[in-house]
């Protein structure tokens, strides 16, 4: 059973588009994020929702919309995609927003814009 | 908004051999982790030391916090090749209601 998956794994499309990756945990938590990894490697919050709630909005411009239907899932829309948003966007969870334990990442989904 | 950074960028041993990585980060925190991704993989959850640890061991990993020096180390113990991927040390300020992350020590184990 994977905890924490998101779709698709791979995305390929054309500048101006929009796109959106989901994701869905089975661990019951109640905290999710939107993680984006650059080709550095450097790893960036972007959002985090508890219990479907808005917590953390990072400098992220607002082409990108977080949605959370319900607390097992979060979201990410992509309008009038650039060039720039390419990357791996990692979606994770936690057991509480007040993060003491671990956080459990899905597989991520690398967004390529051509 | 980065708090973690992670030296070396790259290390490269031989198996058998021990790893150290470091991580220092820049304001107080309540607890560090480190976690793994190997290629093309999501990160995994190695160990998570609080801030009132010294010292944290978890089979072959063990973690060492210095909140003096805002810094941490994670010393694998004879290395494996399946031991070969990247390792990020992340951090949760009071402040954040998240874990803050650097870019990594991409680790190669070579057989």
């Known amino acids: 059973d994977t905890a924490v998956s998101q779709t698709p794994k791979y995305l390929v499309t054309q500048m101006g588009n929009d796109k959106s990756i989901k994701c869905e945990q089975n661990?019951?938590?109640?905290?999710m994020y939107w993680y984006k990894q650059d080709s550095k490697k450097f790893l960036k919050i972007m959002f985090s929702?508890?219990?479907?709630?808005?917590?953390i909005n990072e400098t992220v411009p607002n082409r990108f919309s977080p949605k959370s239907p319900d607390k097992a899932h979060l979201n990410l829309h992509i309008n009038s995609l650039e060039l720039g948003d390419s990357a791996v966007y990692f979606c994770?969870?936690?057991?509480?927003?007040?993060?003491?334990?671990?956080?459990?990442f899905g597989e991520g989904s690398r967004l390529t814009v051509l | 908004s980065q708090q973690g950074e992670e030296d070396p960028q790259a290390l490269s041993i031989q198996e058998g051999e021990n790893a150290t990585m470091n991580c220092s980060y820049k304001?107080?925190?309540?607890?560090l982790q480190w976690y793994r991704q190997n290629s093309g993989r999501g990160l995994v959850h190695l160990i998570l030391?609080?801030?009132?640890?010294r010292e944290k061991h978890s089979g072959r990993l063990r973690v060492t916090l210095d909140t003096s020096k805002k810094s941490s180390s994670l010393l694998i113990t004879a290395s494996r090749a399946a031991d070969t991927a990247s390792y990020f040390c992340?951090?949760?300020?009071?402040?954040?209601?998240?874990?803050?992350f650097g870019a990594g020590t991409r680790l190669t184990v070579k057989p």
């Open positions: 304001t107080s925190i309540n607890n």
């Open positions: 994770a969870s936690s057991l509480n927003d007040r993060v003491t334990g671990e956080l459990f």
């Open positions: 929702y508890n219990n479907k709630e808005l917590i």
């Open positions: 661990l019951g938590h109640d905290t």
């Open positions: 030391i609080r801030s009132n640890e």
């Open positions: 992340a951090t949760e300020h009071p402040s954040y209601n998240d874990m803050r």
